[in-house]
């Protein structure tokens, strides 16, 4: 049986019969029914109640006279994701911040998890961001859908249209290796940062340790930083018009 973090623990202990419920009705049946949820599992609920708690107090302390530091953070992680999202997409970008903003710091937030003792990096497991890089394709497809109609399999076909057939299957394939590269981009860079802190951690004793973790962090940033272009970078084509 694997070993539980902390955290695992706690959910297990007060959440396992709930999780078992929702395996039975998906047809699912865990290798450890006393202990359903997993560690990787555990530290994404663990990211997502941090930004529930952070929204809910940026909500609750918002002022325009005496705003307090979480929001300046949100506001800072807003002007950052809105400049980035207004050069890339242009004209109507404000209804794709949203999205890309959660995605940004839940991905910077499971990167930086693993910093802390007694707590891993999601990230560094390959579902985690295959999970991310599907929902990623999916938004952006119905974006692109949203804002062109039928006219968006226009994008697949090409500009000539006797070479369609060919141009098809090509664009299909194309987009299918989108949500591939920002999976392997994702989860490689964070295993590889994670097996260098843990090498050296074991061979280094932990003052010898604090440039790999340093390393871990700016890793950490730009991969969160990355994923984020690529995915305005997605919506801008898929939102594209024909002129």
Request: charged share 10%; aromatic share 16%.
């Given at each position: 049986m694997p070993v539980e973090l902390p955290f695992t623990a706690l959910l297990n202990h007060y959440f396992a019969g709930v999780a078992n419920a929702v395996l039975a009705m998906l047809h699912l049946h865990p290798k450890y029914p006393q202990r359903p949820i997993d560690?990787?599992?555990?530290?994404?609920?663990?990211?997502?109640?941090?930004?529930?708690?952070?929204?809910?107090?940026?909500?609750?302390?918002?002022?325009?006279?005496?705003?307090?530091p979480a929001q300046h953070i949100a506001e800072m992680l807003h002007g950052v994701v809105s400049d980035?999202?207004?050069?890339?997409?242009?004209?109507?970008?404000?209804?794709?911040?949203?999205?890309?903003?959660?995605?940004?710091?839940?991905i910077l937030l499971c990167n930086l998890i693993g910093l802390i003792p007694g707590f891993i990096t999601p990230t560094s497991k390959p579902w985690v961001p295959l999970g991310l890089a599907t929902?990623?394709?999916?938004?952006?497809?119905?974006?692109?859908v949203?804002?062109?109609?039928?006219?968006?399999i226009k994008?697949?076909?090409?500009?000539?249209w006797w070479i369609s057939p060919l141009m098809l299957p090509i664009e299909i394939i194309s987009h299918l290796a989108r949500v591939l590269s920002l999976t392997v981009r994702l989860y490689a860079n964070m295993f590889a940062s994670d097996m260098v802190i843990l090498v050296f951690f074991s061979l280094i004793p932990i003052v010898g340790?604090?440039?790999f973790l340093a390393l871990h962090l700016g890793v950490s940033v730009i991969q969160a930083v990355v994923f984020m272009l690529l995915t305005l970078i997605y919506?801008?084509?898929?939102?594209?018009?024909?002129?």
């Open positions: 560690n990787i599992l555990a530290m994404e609920i663990l990211v997502a109640l941090v930004l529930l708690a952070f929204f809910a107090l940026v909500r609750v302390t918002l002022s325009v006279e005496k705003p307090g980035q999202a207004e050069s890339i997409i242009g004209h109507g970008y404000e209804r794709f911040v949203p999205y890309v903003t959660v995605v940004f710091i839940f929902l990623t394709f999916l938004y952006y497809q119905y974006q692109g949203r804002a062109n109609g039928f006219g968006y994008q697949f076909l090409g500009p000539i340790s604090v440039p919506l801008s084509q898929a939102v594209s018009h024909e002129h």
